[in-house]
């Protein structure tokens, strides 16, 4: 599944979200124009709208956006890519959203994202962020041994609420989605896997509330009423000022657009995580602009530092959008120029249009070939500045904006200063969930991975003759020995909810388990570097396992003779016996290739677990 590879996400904090309806993997490609994708963007708004009508963002907002195989090939373009494989071109609707300091709200979109799974038929979706498939993360515990980085890498899918894990290999995305949506039981990962997913989001939508704060800050009065208009603006705010340098904190000495002199106390709704970054921000304003801060003793010091690091916020964002707003000036000024600079790429992407059948085999100079024409070059020109990486695309008003339209909406006659006596406030919420004390760590830890300590102090520890006992009855496969407690093959298998009963022949189950079986026999044997299996099994009935197989009789032997002795002395003896012929026999191979060698090379950090040998006596080419 070579040509189904999503583009690499390289910021820390991004999370992208591929969203394909069913009519774009069942329908042609040049079929689905923007004004379809935005019909079924309006239905997902819709859809969400209760939800995040009054959620505050970290940082940005859920924005879909939709992606026609016209502006596909126009972002690879202006990515100078070589080649465009028409498996790569397949419509969507596309999704990229930091989070920055705040995880929850990847979370919160990812329950999104599942709930319109399930509400919209046919809807598949992808979710990657800088981690990759964080997903499959979440439920690495529950995860059958197959699936690792290398298999599950653009191989997992969201369909009516489910994690699906793709381990087939397709020509197309459009064959895999087509599969997932067919035959969804054969994708479908186990309920283990799925449990642990819903239990994750199973907070939503309760947890907006709870992750809310409510404060009482000492602002100016154009920025209570922008906040009052738009209280997601708060967010930008104070992420402005705890992220700013001294450079562009000189525009809050002069306060220009948020003066001091005219404060308010108001209680002020945001996030914890927000709270909690605006109180531990040294920034207290300049002395010199008027902020007239009271003592840190008072009461009413929180309320006054954070009034001045949220306008000081704010005032960062107004000059910032002017300074925007003179360079766009700029930019449409010289569009003109731009696009006859640009006019190679602008032949190179109407030549790949036409290769790709947009231009649906038309008349050159036809009436409808120049409307296809004129309306792929409008696309071009104004989505120039937008694709430059396969992560931005065109956006909405920056926050700056936001702030600044807001500002210039506000008539001085339209705010009423009136001095508001503080006991009719409510109180402000108790910020005590900033300390958490030790025992509340652990308590947190033990609901979330159970008490592990408890757990192994309720298993006996094992003897050094268990433990090496233990470790030759592993079998082993092409990775090597697993040592897996409680694993069931029942995970591996996919079952149909209506096969009748029937019996599913799985090929890399056979596989296995018959490498499984042909591992039994004891590797050390002279056809052993030979080639295949079919050549350490080659002699008949003249085979004597070399010098590995007489070592193991060997020890079978001696551990045999131990056992007659008495009871008491039998444990120590026989840990000495296995310990001194063990170590022998790394010492005299020096390091170099031999029987025990050969057959714990990779799984000496193991053995050495199991307190074998100390580390003084182990040779200098094996420590680590």
């Known amino acids: 599944m070579a040509n189904t590879k999503i583009s690499t996400v390289k910021e820390d904090d991004l999370l992208e979200c591929y969203l394909y309806p069913k009519i774009c993997y069942t329908k042609s490609s040049e079929t689905i124009t923007e004004e379809i994708l935005l019909q079924e963007i309006t239905k997902f708004n819709n859809e ?21 195989k016209q502006a596909l090939i126009l972002e690879k373009l202006i990515e100078n890519s070589t080649s465009i494989e028409e498996s790569d071109i397949l419509p969507h609707i596309y999704v990229s959203l930091h989070f920055d300091e705040d995880i929850s709200d990847e979370w919160f979109v990812v329950f999104l994202i599942f709930k319109l799974t399930q509400t919209f038929d046919g809807l598949i979706t992808k979710l990657v962020d800088s981690d990759g498939e964080f997903l499959l993360i979440e439920a690495a515990n529950v995860l059958p041994p197959w699936a690792n980085p290398e298999t599950c890498e653009n191989h997992t899918f969201i369909r009516n609420g489910e994690l699906h894990i793709v381990r087939e290999k397709y020509k197309s995305l459009s064959d895999v989605l087509n599969n997932i949506q067919e035959s969804p039981y054969l994708s479908k990962a186990s309920d283990k896997v799925q449990d642990v997913l819903k239990k ?19 602002l100016p009065e154009k920025a209570v009423s922008i906040l009052h208009q738009q209280p997601g603006l708060i967010a930008p705010a104070i992420r402005s000022i705890c992220h700013s340098d001294p450079l562009e904190r000189k525009v809050c000495r002069a306060m220009r657009y948020f003066p001091p002199e005219q404060r308010i106390m108001v209680n002020l709704k945001m996030t914890k995580c927000l ?66 600079a640009n006019e190679y790429a602008l032949n190179a992407y109407l030549t790949r249009l036409e290769t790709s059948g947009y231009f649906r085999n038309l008349l050159k100079g036809s009436q409808d070939y120049e409307k296809l024409l004129n309306a792929a070059k409008d696309y071009y020109l104004q989505h120039l500045n937008s694709f430059n990486s396969a992560i ?43 300390n958490v004390d030790p025992v509340q760590l652990q308590l947190y830890l033990d609901e979330q991975w159970g008490n592990v300590k408890n757990k192994k102090q309720g298993q006996e520890p094992l003897t050094l003759k268990e433990k090496v006992q233990s470790f030759f009855n592993h079998s082993s496969n092409i990775d090597g020995v697993q040592f897996l407690e409680d694993h069931s093959m029942e995970a591996d298998i996919m079952h149909d909810p209506e096969d009748n ?7 890399d189950i056979f596989d296995c388990t018959l490498r499984g079986i042909l591992d039994l026999a004891v590797p050390g044997s002279e056809g052993e570097f030979e080639g295949s299996s079919e050549g350490s099994l080659g002699e008949d009935d003249e085979y004597t396992g070399g010098e590995m197989d007489k070592y193991m009789r ?3 032997s001696e551990l045999q003779s131990e056992m007659v002795k008495d009871e008491n002395f039998e444990t ?53």
């Open 501 to 507: 009963g029937k019996v599913e022949f799985d090929a």
């Open 275 to 340: 709270y909690a970054m605006a109180i531990h921000c040294r920034y207290t304003g300049d002395p010199r602009t008027g902020w007239n801060i009271p003592p840190i003793t008072c009461s009413k010091y929180n309320a006054h530092t954070l009034g001045v690091k949220i306008a000081c916020g704010l005032e960062m964002l107004v000059a910032r959008a002017h300074e925007e707003r003179r360079r766009r000036v700029k930019e449409t000024s010289n569009d003109s120029e731009k696009l006859k």
């Open 554 to 556: 060997l020890l079978n």
């Open 48 to 68: 969400i709208a209760p939800y995040v009508q009054d959620y505050i963002w970290h940082s940005d907002t859920l924005i879909f956006h939709p992606r026609t």
């Open 392 to 434: 931005n695309v065109t956006k909405s008003k920056s926050d700056a904006e936001k702030v600044l339209e807001a500002w210039e909406s506000i008539q001085s006659n339209d705010i009423e200063l009136h001095a508001q006596d503080e006991g009719t406030l409510s109180p402000a919420d108790s910020d005590s969930w900033l």
């Open 572 to 624: 120590h003896k026989r840990s000495d016996t296995i310990e001194e012929n063990l170590i022998k026999s790394i010492k005299e191979e020096a390091g170099g290739s031999g029987p025990i060698g050969n057959m714990i090379g990779g799984s000496v950090r193991r053995l050495m677990h199991l307190q074998l040998q100390s580390p003084t006596t182990v040779p200098p080419d094996l420590q680590s």
């Open 200 to 218: 994750r989001i199973s907070i939503y939508p309760n947890e907006i509330k709870k992750r809310h704060h409510k404060a009482r800050v000492f």
